[in-house]
């Protein structure tokens, strides 16, 4: 399978831990998002990268966020401290973009669920 | 804060039914319109998309949608629907990012 990949796909921790979800996006696109969805919701926004630039990250995401593409290829989400409503699915997806020019398909993963209890 | 509101949260149709799916976008310059699609099950996946040009654009399953730039419109428009067309429908728009709204489950009945 050439999508894109996320593991864990379920996590279950307990309140104040730290936790971390890795994406792996189709080897081509050079283009890299994560999103947060909670039930009843869309995909919310969390933060993006170009090849290994993290070229936005949303005003909703505490400092205890933080992602990283070091080279470029696989990303990692960390949540630091961990809240109750922290628990919701982290949604990975990945695009090929030219640098200005509008952002095309995004395809997705199947998701990293958290639980914090 | 510039988003999209879809305005059916759960819409109920039986086989063979046209559909219509409101989404209203508020920002005025430049937009790049998406619906996604969610089935039971799996991961999202896009349906369609419109950038430029014809304001009608066609997706894949017998899917479109018309982007009416007056009423800043995008509805998602399918003549006959399916029971594998229950799912998840997501509008979106963006340009570097994209920014989803809250998504119209809509479940169709043999």
């Known amino acids: 399978d050439t999508g894109v990949s996320q593991n864990p796909r379920h996590k279950i921790t307990k309140r104040g831990q730290n936790v971390t979800f890795r994406c792996d996006p189709i080897?081509?696109?050079?283009?890299l998002y994560w999103y947060r969805q909670t039930l009843g919701q869309g995909p919310e926004f969390l933060t993006y990268f170009q090849n290994e630039a993290q070229l936005e990250k949303s005003r909703l995401l505490s400092d205890r966020f933080s992602a990283e593409r070091p080279k470029g290829s696989f990303s990692t989400l960390e949540i630091q401290r961990t809240e109750q409503g922290d628990s919701a699915m982290y949604l990975c997806?990945?695009?090929?973009?030219?640098?200005?020019?509008?952002?095309?398909?995004?395809?997705f993963g199947e998701g990293s669920r958290l639980t914090v209890l | 804060a510039q988003s999209v509101s879809q305005h059916n949260h759960h819409v109920i149709l039986s086989e063979a039914a046209s559909l219509e799916l409101g989404c209203n976008y508020s920002y005025g310059g430049t937009v790049n319109l998406f619906w996604y699609v969610q089935y039971p099950g799996q991961h999202l996946q896009l349906l369609l998309k419109y950038f430029s040009g014809d304001p009608l654009v066609k997706g894949i399953k017998g899917f479109e949608a018309e982007f009416i730039k007056s009423k800043f419109s995008f509805n998602l428009r399918k003549p006959s629907v399916q029971w594998s067309d229950t799912a998840e429908y997501f509008c979106a728009w963006g340009y570097q990012k994209v920014t989803f709204g809250t998504g119209t489950k809509l479940q169709v009945i043999p």
């Open positions: 080897s081509e696109h050079n283009r």
């Open positions: 997806a990945s695009s090929y973009n030219l640098r200005t020019g509008p952002t095309g398909e995004l395809f």
